[in-house]
Structure formats: C-alpha cells, structure tokens
C-alpha cells in the first residue's frame, strides 16, 4: 500500500502561483510513476500532468507553460508548481501513484485550489 498526502491548495487571485507537494509513504520501493490529477465541479477528473521515477514528463495541453511537475526521489515527494493561474484552474487536485509491482493506483485525499478575485 502507498499512502499519499497532498498540501498547498488554498485561494489565489488570478494570475498567482501556488506550489502542491504530495509526500508518499508505505511500500515507496515500488511506486513508477507520479502525477496530478484535478476534478472541478460537475466534471470529471482529469489528467494534469504526470512524471516517471526517471524524470520524463507529460502534462495537458491547458497548462502546458504555466504548470511544471517535478520530483524528489530521496524525499518521496512530487511537486506540481503552478504559475498564471486562471479561474478554470479551480478545481479539487489530487496527487497518484501507480505501484510497479502490482500495477494499482493510489491517490492522495485531494487539496482545494481556488482561483479568484
């Protein structure tokens, strides 16, 4: 089992920043690859970037140049820095992992990010 925790989130003013850390724990030895997900109100989750235990990315094309996913293997962390953040960035993010081992997903409980003036 992996266990995620997400921090963060809260409330910016369009244009801002925020930075979301995720820290797993557990059975870290297996986990691959990293990422973020975000649900805003009456849509579904989707995909908003994702990293693999090499390093290699891949992120939406909606926040392509704002956001960067990074990763610190030694910390067990991953990193989504998000610049020029716009109201449709509102949403409900949550951090995955998906074990190498046994091939499950994990997600961490979710981090609000409001983005309004």
């Known amino acids: 089992q992996v266990l995620l925790v997400e921090s963060g989130g809260g409330l910016v003013q369009p244009g801002g920043s925020l930075r979301l850390s995720c820290v797993a724990s557990?059975?870290?030895?297996?986990?691959?690859?990293m990422g973020w997900y975000r649900q805003a109100p009456g849509k579904q989750r989707e995909l908003v970037a994702t990293?693999?235990?090499?390093?290699?990315?891949n992120s939406a094309d909606s926040v392509k140049g704002r956001f960067t996913i990074s990763r610190d293997n030694a910390k067990n962390t991953v990193y989504l820095q998000m610049n020029s953040l716009k109201p449709e960035d509102t949403a409900v993010y949550y951090c995955y992992a998906q074990s190498t081992t046994t091939w499950d997903d994990f997600w961490g409980q979710g981090t609000q990010v409001t983005v309004s003036s």
């Open positions: 990293i693999t235990s090499g390093g290699t990315t």
């Open positions: 557990g059975s870290i030895a297996s986990i691959g690859a």
